[in-house]
Every structure is written in structure tokens, then in C-alpha cells.
């Protein structure tokens, strides 16, 4: 039986939508009910009047409502993405949420807030679970890790090594998660730190972790720190800030920053134009948040920094999704006590999708290495 969604120039069967999904897919060889892991197993054809009139936004509220499958799910992403498909599936949602992030501040004052409400807050045992051995939510670095234990390890070490870090220094971190970073630099490098977050979550684990340290932990808004610092770092933090703040964070930054000071920025950064979130991303993963563009980033730091290094390695957030992705599976029967078949659903998409905009090229994992002035005779870049 054949059904017509309708529209103001004529009516559209559900046959001619599905056709229309056939030959869309097939410019990333994707097949419909086709052997392949990366092919599309349709389970109710409403799939396609819902995909074409709402994109990504109901492709993945499809997905989290078990209307369809793929047995690989970043490999099926991979493709749509290499193929550009997601250009072909622009709707109102899309245009609605690059408006609201161009011309909306979502990032000041309560709102600020929110993405810990919404996000970091929903469990410690969710992301303890995923993370592995750190509660380290950000790229780690495989250069010479063979897990991602090792990878984030490495990564933190990384931070340290380029900002040069000595015992005794008062140390700055900007989005501190679980408080790891600040652990991790304390004990291997003997600074004492200030770690601020806008999840009451993370900060009462930050606190605890890192019990005996000499490391403060606030819930706090980054605007309000106003106090000198031989380093400021942020890990996987700036994507929240907004375009609209990205000159207010590095003004931040730049007033608590001693004059030899260093500060090291590790951010997710796009290709794209500015303001372009995605809308399903956008309503169940990370409200309020946007991926920095480079033009963004550069017009924001003028006359305060020199940029010493800008280093991108962002191959590697693929290889730690698909970690998390697997420690989330392997996790699930214990995990499935708190959280029902819908929540594994909507965050194996989210992992899955988001491991395949790194594999695809689309986003970059951006390490920047800034100093006031210049360091005098020049800066030796880590690896």
C-alpha cells in the first residue's frame, strides 16, 4: 500500500521518497537491506518521508526509535560523510540551528550551565564505563599508544611537555572535567592548580580525585577568573564557548596569563564555515555547543597571542571514539540497570557518528600552543 506525504507542489509517494534514498545512497555505495556491515537495514518505510522532510534530525531520532540499522554504524556514517550526502539532507531543523548558534549567545551566563546539566551530569558511571582507566573526555594522543588508556596518557603529557610545566607553578585548567588533567600534572610535574567546570557532577568527583593535591576545584564560568598564572590550559572545552566568546575566552586568558606564561588550547576544529551545528547534536548530545572554525580561532587571538604551534592530529579522535564506542558495548549489561534501550541507541549514534566525522576529514582535533609576547629566541615544538 502506498501512502503520500504532501506538499505544496504535489503530493510525494512513499515509493518514489525510497527511490530517491536508493540513488542518493548509491553515490556512497550504500545498498537498502544490503549484505554489506555499511548498508542500510530500513525496519518501518516511514524512514524516508521522515529522513527527507527533518535530515539529520530525524535520522537520528529514527535510529534511537529502532526504525532502522547498520551492522557498522561509523562505516556507514563514514561514507555518507565522504559522499557528502548530509548537503543533499539541508532542512528548516539545519538552517534553524546555524541561525540560533550565529545569532544567538548561547554560551553566557545560565546557559553556560546547561551543557553540564544536559550532559556531563548525566553519570559518572556512564562515563567511567566508556572512558577507560582516566575519565579523560577528549582525544588522546596514539602516536606511540596502542589503547587508549595509553593514548590519553600521552595526551596529558603532551599538554604538560608544551607547556613547559616546573615544580611550584600555579597552573590553570579551563574546563577541568573529572579533574585528571590537573591530577596528572600535579603528580608527574609538581605544579599546583586551579580547575574550574560548570558540572556540579565533575566538580565533587574532581575534588575528591585529587584529595591531598595541592589542586582547587570550582564550578565556576571561565568569564569570572581574573588571577595570575604561570600556564592556562583547556582540554576539549572551547567547543562550548561559542563563537560568539571566542575573543572573550582569549581575553580571559591572555589577562591571567603570566607575561612568560604558555597556554595550550586542545579543541575539536572544522573545515566548514562558521556556525554550522548539527541539529540532532544539538538537542540530545551538546546543547549550545559549536565546533570552532580556523578563521574563528585566528581572528579571535589577534593582538593578544603570538601562536607558537598549531598542531592537528585528528585521525586520532577516531581511533578514541571507536575505543569508547567498544567500552560502551562491552559495559552495557551492567549499564542497562540505569539506562533503557533507547538512551544505548542514541549514544551508540552519537559515538558512531561523531568517530566518523574524524575519519572522514570533516573535523580536526586542533592543539594550540600560545604565548603573550613571543617566546624569546623561539619555541621548541613537543611531539
Not at 137 to 158: F, H, I, P, R, T
Not at 302 to 327: C, I, K, Q, S
Not at 335 to 353: A, P, Q, V
Request: glycine residues 8%.
Amino acid at each position: 500500500m502506498t501512502t503520500t506525504v504532501h506538499s505544496e507542489e504535489q503530493p510525494v509517494s512513499e515509493d518514489s521518497l525510497k527511490e530517491r534514498a536508493i540513488n542518493l545512497l548509491r553515490k556512497a555505495d550504500i545498498h537498502l537491506d544490503g549484505p554489506a556491515p555499511t548498508d542500510l537495514k530500513v525496519h518501518d518505510e516511514r524512514l524516508f518521508a521522515r529522513v527527507f522532510a527533518h535530515g539529520s534530525l530525524d535520522l537520528g531520532e529514527a535510529y534511537m526509535e529502532g526504525w532502522w540499522d547498520a551492522d557498522d554504524l561509523p562505516g556507514f556514517f563514514t561514507r555518507v560523510l565522504a559522499a557528502q550526502l548530509d548537503q543533499d539532507l539541508k532542512t528548516l531543523d539545519t538552517l534553524i540551528a546555524h541561525l540560533k548558534a550565529r545569532f544567538i549567545n548561547l554560551q553566557r551566563g545560565d546557559n553556560a550551565f546547561e551543557i553540564g546539566r544536559a550532559h556531563y551530569d548525566l553519570g559518572n558511571d556512564l562515563f567511567q564505563a566508556m572512558l577507560g582507566k582516566r575519565l579523560v573526555y577528549s582525544c588522546g594522543y596514539w602516536a606511540q599508544a596502542d589503547n587508549v588508556d595509553a593514548a590519553q596518557e600521552a595526551k596529558l603529557d603532551l599538554v604538560c611537555r608544551k607547556l613547559q610545566l616546573k615544580p611550584g607553578q600555579r597552573v590553570l585548567d579551563i574546563g577541568c572535567g573529572w579533574g585528571e588533567a590537573l591530577k596528572f600534572a600535579a603528580e608527574r610535574y609538581g605544579i599546583e592548580g586551579v580547575g574550574i567546570t560548570v558540572s556540579e557532577e565533575q566538580a565533587e568527583f574532581a575534588r575528591e580525585l585529587c584529595q591531598g593535591l595541592p589542586v582547587e576545584i570550582r564550578l565556576q564560568d571561565y568569564h569570572d577568573i581574573d588571577e595570575p598564572f604561570d600556564a592556562i590550559y583547556s582540554i576539549g572545552m572551547f567547543e562550548h564557548v561559542g563563537g560568539k566568546n571566542y575573543r572573550s575566552y582569549f581575553e580571559v586568558v591572555r589577562r591571567c596569563l603570566k607575561q612568560d606564561g604558555l597556554s595550550v588550547l586542545h579543541t575539536i576544529g572544522s573545515n566548514s564555515a562558521p556556525a554550522q551545528p548539527d541539529p540532532w547534536i544539538e538537542k540530545y548530545i551538546f546543547p549550545n555547543s559549536m565546533i570552532p572554525a580556523a578563521s574563528q580561532v585566528s581572528s579571535a587571538l589577534e593582538d593578544l597571542f603570538v601562536v607558537e604551534d598549531w598542531h592537528n592530529f585528528g585521525p586520532d579522535y577516531d581511533r578514541t571514539l571507536m575505543a569508547w564506542l567498544a567500552n560502551f558495548d562491552a559495559a552495557w549489561p551492567e549499564l542497562s540497570k540505569n539506562y533503557d534501550e533507547t538512551f544505548r541507541r542514541m549514544w551508540r549514534f552519537y559515538l558512531s557518528c561523531s568517530a566518523a566525522v574524524f575519519r572522514a576529514r570533516r573535523d580536526q582535533l586542533w592543539q594550540l600552543t600560545l604565548s603573550a609576547d613571543g617566546v624569546p629566541g623561539g619555541y621548541r615544538v613537543p611531539r
